[in-house]
């Protein structure tokens, strides 16, 4: 089965062929970043009107590198949301066009969805039931994956996503964007026990995650300290990298401390750590730690697949197509489109009985 992916949710304008849900034909990832960088962030009107520059151009180049023709598809899947909707309905618009026009079976996926996806290529199956740990510009989201295509937020953040907070301190400390890559460079030549940040904990007892408080903290500290922030290309000081490494490491202990608390108490088979933060060695490194004294194997997708991609919406919408699954022509972008649809007792959950409701 040969699926063609269209992702158009944030920056990136992107397009992926797929065979059988696991082999990548062909990947194209047209970025906007250069464009969004001199304003420190996405402007959601630009990235529309790049999109519609690109998904032609995007498209016909997925083709062409995979050196196969329109008539060999067998269906088109499309992200559908979240995302930005300026942006998401460009690709929705043209995979419904491209769907009518070649009498193809279209598909809408969740963009979160797809991160999760992202490991099929570079990993041996996933088993279930999974956890999965999806950590991105605009998304930090625990899932428990009990059986493909379930889905039950287990932590998520209260406010700011992790990699915003990497943006977000990246660009108080005159850094530029995005500042998740810039902090990890940075932080390797850094003490991360400088500065004693703590891992910021609710106070309801819920595990979920607050990353804003975290952000407040750093420019505590840079005003408390009278730190210079970093000015036009000038080399960053030994106190920022102290403080890019100690930033990084609080971000890490909450991410993979919380991923390894509730892996003890949902017992999963494997354990997934997607999204664009997971490029993070840092993080990596931490995971890994933490499924090895699991005992479960941990995936994550190479760096070229943990950013924004339309492979993982193709391997996706693969298997949504080969179940049945059909989008109409009236499928609309979705900017808050969510994933969980698994409603079950906590209870039952932890006790390894997973049943579910839909
Ligand atoms: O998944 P993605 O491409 O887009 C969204 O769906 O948001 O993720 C982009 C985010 C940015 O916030 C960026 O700073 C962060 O991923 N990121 C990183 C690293 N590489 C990218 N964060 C920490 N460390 C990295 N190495
Ligand atoms: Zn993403």
Known sequence: MLVLGIESSCDETAAALVR????????????????????????PEIASREHLDKIVPVVEEAFARA????????????????????????G???????????????VGVNHI???????????????????ALIVSGGHTNLFLVPEPGRYRVVARTRDDAAGEAFDKVAKLLGLGYPGGPIIERLARE????????????????????????????????????????????????????DLAASFQSVVVRSLVGTMERL??????????????????????????EAAARLGVPVYFPSPHLSTD???MIAAAGTVKLQAGERAGLDLNAD????????????DALRRGRVRYRL
């Open 335 to 346: 900017v808050s489109l969510r994933l969980q649809n698994l409603d079950v007792e906590d």
């Open 190 to 241: 850094g003490d991360a026990r400088s500065v004693r940040f703590s891992v910021p904990r609710m106070g309801d007892g819920r595990p979920d995650f607050s990353f804003s408080g975290l952000k407040t903290a750093v420019s505590k500290h840079v005003r408390e300290t009278n730190l210079r922030p970093v000015v036009g290309d000038e080399a960053p000081s030994q106190e920022i990298k």
């Open 92 to 106: 929705v618009s043209y995979a419904k066009a491209m769907a009518f026009a070649l009498s193809l079976p279209l």
């Open 113 to 131: 969805e797809g991160h999760i996806y992202s490991v099929v290529f570079e990993n041996p199956p996933v088993e279930y039931p999974a956890m």
């Open 263 to 288: 892996a003890e108490e949902y017992r999963p088979k494997t354990l997934i750590v997607a999204g664009g933060v997971a490029c993070n060695n840092a993080l990596r490194e931490s995971s890994r």
């Open 309 to 311: 991609n339309a492979a």
């Open 20 to 43: 059988d849900g696991r082999e990548m034909v062909s990947s194209v990832i047209s970025s906007q970043i250069e464009i969004h960088k001199r304003f420190g962030g996405v402007v």
């Open 67 to 90: 050196k196969v023709t329109k008539e060999e598809l067998d269906g088109i899947a499309v992200t559908a949301g979240p995302g930005l909707v300026g942006s998401l309905l460009v």
